[in-house]
């Protein structure tokens, strides 16, 4: 069944491109009957491992601007280990597990708003540079940073779809490659700090991390082939009442 399940999210990530964390935690919570926190734990591990040798060939490919990622990263690694540092204070308390919940229900519905109007983003971030000066873009890139990081850490959904969005809003005359690459050398670090943060918790269930990355590996590249024989306006617009629909049920 893990394996089934780490091969069906890989194929999808495969097609859509959409990271992992919005089809897996949903999926954790659902069919394994995980709880918040051990759903999220577990699947920043599989989103850390599958994107690794992605970041590799997109770095090997030049497709990363290193000056934004560590720009990223100083503003999301402090604020996701200042938010498990808060929770390893508290404890996850129901109140903590209300709060988890809640924030991976508003980051899937932000997911889907990301997917349906991916088209739009550009067009948005070319008006909005009028009033960002290249001057105030490191700061936001920073800024961009911790809300990624908190984001991460409470919901494991955000440092794929919304982390390109905002890339792409500050920066939107980047190449798409290089906004992906850029986006997946980011999430790396950010899931891996996230996911060791939760393992310090007791928040991994490592037995069924095994076989959801097994099943993952092939799922990935056969999704990859798939892709180019599906429409992406039939693709997109099922991965979106998916996210909608895990989004409303989590949040309710």
Request: net charge positive; with cysteine.
């Amino acid at each position: 069944m893990a394996v089934a399940s780490g091969l069906g999210v890989g194929i999808i990530v495969g097609i859509t491109g959409v990271g992992g964390g919005s089809l897996m935690t949903p999926l954790l919570l659902s069919v394994f009957k995980l709880s918040p926190a051990v759903a999220i734990g577990t699947d920043l591990w599989f989103a850390a491992l599958t994107k690794m040798s992605g970041s590799v060939a997109h770095a090997r490919h030049g497709h990363v601007n290193w000056s934004i990622t560590r720009r990223l990263l100083a503003g999301s690694i402090p604020a996701s280990m200042a938010t498990v540092a808060l929770m390893h204070l508290s404890g996850v308390t129901k109140g903590w597990a209300a709060a988890l919940t809640f924030s991976l229900g508003i980051a899937l519905l932000l997911t889907a708003v990301v997917v349906a109007f991916k088209k739009s983003w550009q067009a948005l971030g070319l008006r909005l540079e009028r009033w960002i000066p290249d001057s105030r873009k490191p700061a936001l890139t920073v800024v961009s940073g911790v809300v990624l990081g908190v984001l991460v850490s409470l919901s494991s959904i955000g440092a794929g779809a919304i982390g390109a969005t905002l890339i792409l809003l500050i920066y939107p005359r980047m190449q798409a490659r290089d906004i992906v690459g850029t986006d997946i050398a980011h999430a790396v670090p950010l899931t891996l700090v996230a996911g060791i943060g939760h393992a310090t918790l007791g928040n991994v269930n490592w037995t069924l991390l095994v076989p959801l990355l097994i099943g993952s590996v092939p799922g990935i590249w056969l999704g990859a082939q798939l892709t180019r024989r599906l429409p992406d306006g039939v693709v997109r617009s099922l991965l979106c009442v998916s996210l909608l629909m895990a989004g409303w049920k989590v949040i309710h």
